[in-house]
């Protein structure tokens, strides 16, 4: 799907579909489908006044952020605690990666521990289908690979739209299908060079049978768009009255978003979601933003306010779409906790008395 | 709710092949308004009571239900659906997935809480569903309707309002539907 002159394809084949969350290609449509409709009954779940259910009781959960995050680590974490299972977080910052442990060894050291879930952000392309590599029997779920993919983001992402398109249709989102993409028309626009959300994006939405368009400077597109299922519209005001999802990236400064632009001001002027473009999009085209969004750049404070603007609803959504990907993958035949497990070698004492 | 849920997924699937139609669709519908008229006597009337359907065999005939005791007591009984997939206690063990969202509509603490379910079998969904009902409120009562008891329990589960004891072994398969309830096997496809 990918052409190999891009950096996707830099990161190593996938090394199984059914263990692991590495890609949102691992999934396809059906997959795709799938995560949306558990997440729906997981949206109830997060509705009620104790949204808590023990369906993943005595399973460990580890998030190991190699790389900031607020909303992706919290999410996760919410996620993994209303499903009753533990939550381990790995600080990175105070880690023994400080003294110079490698990621393997680190790896190693959180799986013998017994661990379950791998919940894995790093600032490498591929390190997470490494990890999944070196894992013996935890399974991995990526969290954002340095400008390969953030599977979990695209997937909530699809789950917010499809869940404001059932709301303006009057019916249950999971009464929609997964055929509401059929045909919709998605504009990423910003920094797709450096973004695994765009990558992810991609890939979900032509999965679906939207027809997806990118637009940002020239300098922030992908050195090569051969094999992307994308178009690219030379033209942000003309493109923006012809799309019924704006998905906004946000300028990535710590990956040096910032030197490929002569200056965010001049960004704002070209390829920001002024309040001025903001009105010449469609009537019902709706916005999205993977956070944190940088008002004042890539979008206006005025335009981040307005009801077709997702953020704080893809945010919430977050929670109820990582329960189902957890559930999925931590629920499926064979992960059972009372039944025996294979203790890793050498840490059998240490696993015993940890698992009480 | 086991009944259909062993046809629908793996590795069990199947197709259903009936022998023989226990009841017909009038029936069913006899049975319904017996034990609707039984919901009522047994309760003193419908007040605090709510039905709640099991996804997702129980949930048209707590609906229906709902008509008939509309009819007889000239009152509304609240109705709320629920799906038991993340109580299950084979989770991690066969797939589980759940098969419809959940929809309980008020709090059911006080209420006098009547699960609806087509087939009762070994009484794990009704276990699980016991604990999910825990969730919505402390209800004053919970107790279980359902139109076929097939037995083979495995819980000491025991129901309240039956439609009909049908002796079955455990290779055999009751299904209701629209037309009645059979009884058969399941093939594979």
């Known amino acids: ?57 005595g399973r460990v959960v580890a998030t190991l952020f190699f790389e900031e995050s607020t909303r992706t680590r919290l999410s996760f974490e919410t996620a993994a605690k209303r499903l009753s299972a533990d939550v381990l977080s790995l600080a990175v910052g105070t880690s023994s990666v400080k003294k110079g442990e490698s990621l393997r060894d680190t790896i190693e050291t959180v799986e013998a521990m017994g661990i379950d879930a791998l919940i894995v952000r790093h600032r490498s392309s591929g390190a997470c289908h490494q990890v999944a590599r070196w894992a013996r029997r935890a399974h991995v779920v990526n969290a954002g690979d340095g400008w390969h993919e ?79 299922p994308v178009t690219v519209e030379p033209d942000l005001d003309d493109a923006l009255t012809r799309v019924d999802v704006v998905s906004l990236l946000r300028i990535q400064a710590e990956r040096g978003s910032g030197a490929f632009v002569p200056s965010l001001r001049e960004y704002t002027e070209h390829w920001g979601l002024t309040s001025r473009r903001a009105s010449r999009l469609a009537p019902g085209a709706v916005v999205t933003h993977p956070g944190p969004m940088l008002r004042g750049v890539e979008v206006a404070g005025e335009v981040a306010d307005l009801p077709s603007m997702l953020a704080t609803r893809q945010v919430t959504n977050g929670v109820a779409v990582r329960m189902a990907i957890l559930f999925l993958l931590l629920g499926a035949p064979g992960t059972d906790p009372r039944a025996a497990r294979p203790v890793p070698e050498g840490v059998r004492v240490a696993v015993g008395s940890d698992r009480g | 709710m086991a009944e259909r849920e062993r046809s629908h997924t793996r590795p069990l699937g199947g197709v259903f092949v009936p022998r023989s139609v226990v009841l017909s669709a009038a029936d069913v519908q006899r049975a319904l308004t017996r034990m609707s008229h039984e919901i009522a006597e047994r ?147």
């Open chain 1, 150 to 228: 953030h599977p979990s983001q695209a997937l909530l992402d699809c789950f917010t739209l499809r869940q404001v398109w059932a709301e303006r249709a009057g019916v249950p989102p999971a009464s929609m299908g997964i055929d509401c993409f059929d045909g919709k028309r998605i504009l990423i626009v910003g920094d797709i060079r450096h973004s695994r959300v765009a990558r992810s994006q991609v890939l979900a939405y032509d999965a679906l049978g939207a027809s997806v368009s990118i637009a940002g400077p020239g300098s922030l597109l992908p050195p090569s768009l051969a094999g992307w």
């Open chain 1, 1 to 57: 799907m990918i052409s190999t002159a891009d950096p996707v394809s830099a990161a190593p084949e996938t090394t199984s579909t059914e263990r692991h969350l590495l890609s949102v290609a691992d999934l396809g449509r059906s997959g795709i489908a799938e995560v949306l409709d558990v997440a729906e009954a997981f949206a109830e779940v997060e509705r009620r006044s104790m949204p808590k259910v023990p369906t993943l009781r």
């Open chain 2, 43 to 189: 309760n003193g009337g419908l007040d605090d009571v709510v039905l709640v359907g099991l996804q997702t065999g129980g949930v048209p005939l707590a609906r229906r239900m709902a008509v008939v005791l509309g009819d007889v007591e000239g009152r509304e009984v609240p109705l709320g659906t629920l799906d038991v997939a993340f109580y299950r206690d084979d989770i991690g063990l066969r797939p589980v997935l759940p098969e419809a969202v959940t929809d309980i509509p008020v709090d059911l603490t006080g209420k006098v809480v009547v699960l609806v379910d087509d087939v009762l079998f070994t009484g794990r969904t009704v276990r699980a569903a016991l604990n999910a009902l825990g969730e919505f409120g402390r209800a004053r009562s919970i107790q279980l309707a359902v139109m076929i008891d097939r037995g083979h329990r495995e819980l000491p589960i025991r129901p309240d309002y039956v439609g009909k004891n049908l002796p079955t072994s455990r290779q055999e398969m009751v299904d209701v539907g629209e037309d009645g309830v059979a009884i058969g096997t399941l093939s594979d496809r």
